[in-house]
């Protein structure tokens, strides 16, 4: 029975790709590692089979037409045949002791007859030139050593969401939502973790710090300046999210809460990223946004715009700018991104 199915979107990947498999290949025939090459020019794809070829019974390969990131993720959802799902980029890696963690745990909720929905874990920052590594964990937060369901958490910090780093899904019921990533779309790994939200019943939190999130590339994705000219796709994936649910409807208060205030931090990132531009354009953008919102969802509106995330993005003028990017400096330095 293979556990995991591990999927790795590629795109140009050669120079780093080879650190991601080799540190999910210690799970042997408890995982399937699948290679997703999205149409790389490069030696990606040359790369793939040779570890296919090397390792037959552990690793696949889908050679697809560039999608982007998103499409990449639907591709390796189709094709996955392990009980549990996870997505690791090429530029990352998972730590090996935390991974035999994992799948011991899997391998007993199996035995036990039981499944869950959702699995929780540790996220480390591995930013270049950082003097300490930052770890996300949430034992502040979910129960440990148990299943339990939404209205056991506690409160989450901002710097302290659940990303996609952080989780593992029960395939079979990803496949069910019916998730699509949208093609050619950076951040879309939002729309991945913040979709399936509701259908998730049971949840576990296994506390070993697991993924390996590489920051340091110019051209990564989180990259600030990078950011600032995507910002048409931040808000895309932003509205999408607000398309998906009204949140009145979400039964539970605590989901309903944690998915409020995950949407309130995408509207702040779209809204700080038109600010730090300082074109008058975006900033335009960055008020249709708020406007498209309130359309969509004016009880959620109110409660994110009159929240301190909110406030703080729409101080008027000039000055409110200024102190809005302040805000946006202080909580970069405390989360670890860009």
């Known amino acids: 029975m293979k556990y995991i199915s591990f999927a790795i979107p590629c795109y140009n990947s050669e120079e780093y790709m080879s650190h991601a498999i080799d540190s999910i290949l210690p799970g042997g025939e408890d995982v399937e590692i699948i290679i997703v090459n999205d149409g790389s020019g490069d030696k990606t794809s040359e790369i793939a089979h040779e570890y296919q070829r090397k390792y037959p019974d552990i690793i696949r390969v889908v050679d697809k037409e560039n999608g982007g990131h998103g499409d990449a993720v639907n591709s390796g959802l189709s094709s996955a045949a392990g009980k549990y799902f996870k997505v690791v980029d090429s530029d990352d890696w998972v730590d090996e002791e935390s991974l035999h963690k994992i799948l011991k745990l899997l391998r007993d909720l199996e035995e036990e007859d039981q499944e869950i929905d959702m699995l929780v874990s540790n996220y480390v920052y591995e930013k270049v030139g950082a003097k300490h590594r930052k770890c996300v964990h949430y034992r502040n937060v979910l129960p440990q050593d ?48 913040y979709y399936p939200l509701p259908h998730v019943r049971k949840l576990y939190y296994l506390d070993v710090d697991f993924y390996r999130y590489y920051i340091g590339r110019e051209d990564q994705s989180v990259n ?38 995950y949407l309130a931090i995408m509207m702040t990132v779209s809204s700080i990223l038109a600010i730090r531009s300082k074109d008058r354009e975006n900033l335009e953008k960055k008020r249709e946004l708020w406007r498209y919102l309130k359309k969509k969802d004016l009880n959620t509106f109110i409660k994110i715009r009159w929240g301190i995330l909110g406030q703080t993005m729409n101080i008027p003028g000039k000055s409110g700018r200024k102190i809005s990017s302040l805000a946006y400096m202080v909580a970069r330095r405390i989360i670890g991104f860009n």
């Open 146 to 193: 148990e299943v339990f369901r939404w209205e056991d958490i506690g409160h989450f910090h901002l710097d302290q969401y659940i990303l996609m780093h952080s989780v593992i899904y029960r395939t079979d019921m990803l496949k069910l939502t019916q998730i699509k990533l949208p093609k050619h779309t950076f951040y879309v790994d939002n729309i991945y973790v």
């Open 224 to 261: 600030e300046k990078t950011m600032i000219s995507r910002i048409d796709q931040q808000i895309f994936v932003t509205k999408e999210m607000i398309d998906m649910y009204q949140m009145g409807k979400i039964t539970n208060k605590k989901l309903r809460s944690y998915m409020t205030n």
